[in-house]
């Protein structure tokens, strides 16, 4: 939990009180958990990842500067930890390794707006390796799915990344994943939702593909 102070207050939902308080170098906009111990938080251009266990001394484990724009989401992976940050006017994407914070990878995201949410999750692609997919949603409500598993440092993310304008009647404040469901929230309280987000984008990349490769058939014999 976050505010305009210099400092998260972690809270235990099974017993409603305050379990942890993290003091942070500045006013955090976003954090991410990295795994049940550890925390990645934003403030501004920079992140601080720290190490808060129960009963036990918060510890800072490193803080580095990450973007020339401030940060204005971020999300962890459960297979290796590693971090996706986004960042505002420049509309960075940056790879972060989990224990450095060291940029790994780093993309402009293929989305006509700010990056104001992200979440991301670990998934068996087809040919059955593990591939970490983030879903961003800009602040015009496009949605859009992104590979950062990828070999390459640039193309490898851009071919595989598909995206929709969610229609919804307000413009989206929040997204999170829960047991495969996509969850995308409205200013106005409208709850939209996705099923098996990635599969909805792969096979709607399918269809879009089959559709383009019939369309180039047509004019081929049109002409």
Not at 75 to 88: H, I, K, L
Not at 186 to 205: C, H, K, M, V, W
């Amino acid at each position: 939990m976050h505010g305009l102070s210099n400092t998260i207050h972690v809270y235990s939902i099974d017993k409603e009180t305050e379990s942890r308080v993290v003091h942070t170098y500045g006013h955090p906009q976003a954090v991410c958990w990295r795994d049940d111990e550890t925390i990645v938080v934003a403030e501004n251009k920079q992140l601080s990842q720290f190490y808060i266990p129960t009963g036990g001394d918060t510890v800072l484990m490193n803080h580095v500067n990450v973007a020339t724009s401030n940060i204005s989401a971020l999300t962890c992976f459960a297979s290796n930890g590693d971090v996706v940050v986004c960042t505002e006017s420049d509309r960075g994407v940056f790879l972060l390794s989990a224990r450095e914070l060291r940029i790994v990878k780093r993309w402009r995201a293929p989305i006509r707006s700010t990056v104001v949410k992200c979440v991301g999750e670990s998934v068996k692609g087809a040919d059955k390796e593990v591939q970490n997919i983030a879903y961003l949603c800009g602040d015009d409500n496009e949605l859009l799915m992104f590979n950062c598993s990828g070999k390459e440092e640039k193309d490898s993310a851009l071919k595989e990344r598909h995206s929709l304008n969610v229609r919804s009647r307000s413009r989206i404040i929040g997204i999170c994943l829960e047991k495969n469901v996509l969850y995308m929230l409205g200013q106005n309280g409208d709850l939209d939702a996705i099923t098996s987000p990635y599969d909805f984008f792969t096979e709607r990349r399918k269809r879009r593909n089959g559709s383009e490769e019939n369309e180039q058939k047509r004019m081929m014999m049109d002409d």
